[in-house]
Nanobody
Framework: VQLVESGGGLVQSGGSLRLSCAASGFTFSSYAMSWYRQAPGKARELVASIGTVGGNTDYADSVKGRFTISRDNAKNTVYLQMNSLKPEDTAVYSC??????????WGQGTQVTVSP
């Protein structure tokens, strides 16, 4: 099982990034997918989640209207489009696959840094 994030980097405030998480080794379409982030010294935070067929999405209040989660089950990939980035969005972003209690997988994370 692998979840491999990509697309992180350094961007100026107000800029955009698109994160990708490529999945392999499990039935991707059966898993709800989420993006989490963790800033230094802070607890991990749920950023966005999407249901198995992409119809149900949910966002943290802090990113509503700026971030969009989507998935392509044919490509076994989940995306996070991040617009109007702010310095407080700086964190390590990780994707999560979940199908039930005790049955979830995590990626290794990708760093997003937003400069003022």
């Amino acid at each position: 099982v692998q979840l491999v994030e990509s697309g992180g980097g350094l961007v100026q405030s107000g800029g955009s990034l698109r994160l990708s998480c490529a999945a392999s080794g499990f039935t991707f379409s059966s898993y709800a997918m989420s993006w989490y982030r963790q800033a230094p010294g802070k607890a991990r935070e749920l950023v966005a989640s999407i249901g198995t067929v992409g119809g149900n999405t949910d966002y943290a209040d802090s990113v509503k209207g700026r971030f969009t989660i989507s998935r392509d089950n044919a490509k076994n990939t989940v995306y996070l489009q991040m617009n109007s980035l702010k310095p407080e969005d700086t964190a390590v972003y990780s994707c999560n696959a979940w199908v039930g209690a005790g049955n979830e997988y995590w990626g290794q994370g990708t760093q997003v840094t937003v400069s003022p």
